[in-house]
């Protein structure tokens, strides 16, 4: 779409962020760019010509002011919140969330690409499901520049590279902080070499244990199947179990504080 500056003044402002401003037309959101990461613009044409994924924050239309390049437009998503700031919703709301995330990411990287920027922030939750959103990041497979590396580390300390896998963990990481409400991912990071085994030592002698110990392996080994989310869901069904290891998880965050 080409807009005129008039036009585009006129909108509600809703927040800015670090590279952008964004502004609401109606259903959906203009994403304003104060300046595009080298190869973002590229990336984001791709994804244009791509199915659009249901339920997502994928772009679905250019933004030209005179003409010139200056943003996307997606939908929006009125009432959604991210997962660390939920308040309201029923176990099985966030189970529904968890899946409609886990779909769309899964189509996602049948486009060949990674995410390659899991975090709570980018996964939202409403009453209708869940919502992936912030593609700017993405990067293509096989392409290994800056944004192909997420902040963690294996055992050894040698930085993780971006894959399909590494997408899934870290999505895990955000399902789980939004049923146990506990921020995972910075609780990782806080570590002093950030590796993916912190997160893993934090569910020692819980009920789900050997279902994370399968995910974390399978990041580092490639004929380990990374388990589905689906598979998760009887444990966070069992209210019973579940507070047991809540109880247990939130003990060993308390000391790594």
Known sequence: MNVSYEWYSSLEKLFDSRTAEFKRNGNFLIKYYYYLKIGTKEKLEYLLNKPYILGSGLPIDEVFL?????????????????????????????????????????????????????QCDNLLIDKDGGHLIDFDNASFFGSFDASSRYNL????????????????????????????????????????????????????????FPLLNRATNSVSIDDIPFPDIKEFIPFLLDKERFNYDLDKVKEKVKMLR
Do not use: W
């Not at 991210?82 to 899964?106: G, H, M, V, W, Y």
């Not at 999505?171 to 912190?198: E, P, R, T």
């Open 66 to 118: 005179y003409d010139s390049f200056r943003g996307i437009v997606i939908n929006y998503f009125e009432n959604a919140v991210p997962f660390l700031k939920t308040s309201d919703f029923s176990i099985e709301e966030k189970i529904k969330a968890c899946l409609d995330i886990s779909r769309q990411l899964n189509t996602f990287h049948g486009y060949e690409m990674y995410f390659n920027d899991i």
């Open 153 to 208: 580390r294996d055992d050894s300390g040698n930085i993780i590279l971006s894959s399909v896998k590494v997408d899934l963990y870290k999505a895990l990481i955000c399902y789980l902080s939004l049923f146990y409400n506990i921020d995972f991912l910075k609780k990782v990071y806080n570590c002093s070499n950030n590796s993916i085994s912190n997160f893993l030592l934090l569910f020692d002698n819980t009920s789900i």
